[in-house]
């Protein structure tokens, strides 16, 4: 049985901030126009008709209370012909500045706020060469670096980004082995960037490497305002704005607009596909579970685990995946 490392110390609470396959936000700050309009949401709509008994039944809703009675009131309103409504169905149409990515190659880990990650180790999962590493890198991975591992009966590659590498290309590793440390970014809090393709597409380090294929689906705000509403109705009564707010991925996701459906609230199902064309062609596969079915049920924890067997405890914990936003003005 193959035994295998985690890529970063276990011995506290982690977070996979973003899941293999899924869609993936390509910019979480939230600048003062979509803040603004999201306040513009609560209080043209939800705060206008709270109290309204009528037209909250006629939704087919008790009230207001959660997101997901906002989320069908909001359906409601977009959807109601009365003139009434006309400038509330035109704000439930704006248009939105955040893009996502259609698909995301690897997990990314971190295990705490912002960029206080900085610094953390970062290590080998297997024994393996080096057939890459720099300290930038144009495909938005940032720093990297990537493996070639053999086994028995196996060989994969894997990739570590947004890190400072220790460690150049041609070298031994083994598992366990500090191959970097995490980098103080710039765009996004300070995490591990890790992926596994069962193909070498890391050929001179990015000449096959396909990137994040973006597309032009964006995050509907009146959607995501239903699910920060409690922030915003703070800001109007005490004037105090959020300085990041989070909300789960798997409703991240039902904020995507599909532009095949005439409402704007609908998710599309085609981005959450790990076993897409895209996943296929580059051999793409999910880091964690590619690992558990070559025979690791448990991975040692870096580096001591390598000596005395020691088990990230936590990892086959399920922990709700999240996607924070953060105010940029």
């Not at 490392?5 to 899941?19: A, E, K, Q, R, W």
């Not at 893009?99 to 610094?119: E, L, M, R, T, Y």
């Amino acid at each position: 049985m193959a035994n295998f490392v985690f890529p970063v110390n276990c011995d506290g609470y982690l977070d996979i901030t973003s899941s293999f396959g899924h869609p993936y936000p390509a910019d979480l700050n939230i600048n003062a126009i979509d803040f603004y309009y999201m306040v513009s949401v609560v209080r043209n709509i939800f705060e206008k008709y709270k109290n309204n008994t009528q037209i909250i039944q006629q939704a087919g809703i008790q009230n207001l209370n959660t997101h997901f009675q906002r989320i069908a009131f909001l359906r409601y309103i977009y959807r109601t012909n009365s003139q009434d409504f006309a400038k509330e169905r035109n704000l439930l149409k704006s248009p939105i500045s955040l893009k996502i990515v259609s698909f995301h190659p690897g997990i990314d880990i971190n295990k705490g706020p912002g960029n206080s990650d900085a610094g953390e180790p970062v290590y080998a999962v297997y024994d393996g060469v080096v057939i890459g590493s720099s300290p930038t890198w144009g495909q938005g991975i940032g720093g990297y670096v990537i493996l070639n591992h053999k086994g028995k009966n196996f060989q994969f590659f894997s990739l570590y980004g947004h890190i400072n590498p220790s460690i150049s290309s041609g070298q031994t590793v083994k598992r366990g082995t500090l191959i970097g440390t995490l980098s103080n970014t710039v765009k996004f809090p300070s995490h591990l960037h890790f992926e596994i393709s069962l193909k070498n597409i890391y050929i001179n380090s990015i000449i096959k490497y396909p990137g994040y294929p973006y597309n032009q689906k964006k995050l509907n705000l009146a959607y995501l305002a239903s699910y920060n509403y409690q922030n915003i109705v703070s800001y109007l009564t005490n004037n105090i704005i959020p300085s990041f707010f989070c909300v789960p991925n798997k409703e991240y996701y039902e904020m995507i607009v599909d532009p095949k459906d005439p409402f704007p609230y609908q998710a599309s199902t085609t981005l959450d596909s790990a076993k897409s064309a895209f996943a296929r062609e580059y051999g793409f596969v999910d880091p964690i579970e590619f690992l558990k079915k070559l025979g690791c049920d448990k991975f040692f924890k870096p580096p001591k685990g390598v000596e005395n067997n020691q088990i990230c405890s936590n990892i086959n914990k399920q922990v709700e995946n999240q996607v924070c936003f953060r105010r940029s003005f």
